[in-house]
């Protein structure tokens, strides 16, 4: 892996499907791409990437200039009728219930692991359970297995 090129997808301004591999190094490699990564994965999640296996190396993290970017799971204030928007009070009372629940996540996470402000900072940074352990000094399995049992009992309180 020492002498492996490594390239970014610059896109035309004019032409969002046109691409150009520009050749980089190893260390601006290791720099860019978790995060092009991370973003290819949540705009996945969410169903608004919609970019073929065989044309993900033209991505460069920049999904609203993608021909494969899509609305996604996302509602638009403008598909909303009258009667949707008139009717606040059911909305509020979830509202106030969800945000009772995730106080009450977060109270027992933190109860569980003593770290748990730091991994809920680094985990909506967009990072991987892998350099979540690394950053606190843990082995990157055992963490995977102790958040595992954590989501697992914060699941169970959730039900």
């Given amino acids: 892996m020492a002498n492996k090129k490594r390239y970014y997808p610059l896109r ?24 092009i990564w991370a973003t290819i994965k949540r705009e996945q999640r ?3 990437c919609r970019c073929p296996a065989n044309y993900l190396w ?3 993290g920049y999904c609203s200039d993608c021909s494969y970017h899509t609305v996604g799971n996302e509602e638009s204030i403008d ?3 009258d009667t949707e928007l008139s009717d606040e009070k059911p909305l509020m009372d979830e509202l ?22 730091l991994i809920i900072e680094l985990l909506e940074e967009g990072l991987s359970d892998r350099k979540i352990a690394e950053t606190l000094g843990r082995k990157q399995r055992t963490f ?10 914060l699941h169970n309180l959730n039900r």
Avoid: W
């Avoid at 969002?16 to 860019?32: G, R, S």
């Fill in 58 to 60: 033209t991505c460069n």
């Fill in 96 to 117: 106030m219930a969800c945000d009772q629940m995730l106080k009450l996540l977060v109270a027992r996470f933190r109860e569980l692991e003593p770290e748990a402000d």
């Fill in 79 to 81: 598909e909303l009728t």
């Fill in 12 to 35: 035309s301004s004019t032409d969002p499907k046109k691409v150009k591999l520009v050749e980089i190094t190893e260390e601006q490699y290791q720099a860019i791409y978790p995060e």
């Fill in 144 to 153: 995977a297995d102790h958040m595992k049992k954590i989501r697992t009992e």
């Fill in 46 to 48: 969410h169903g608004r």
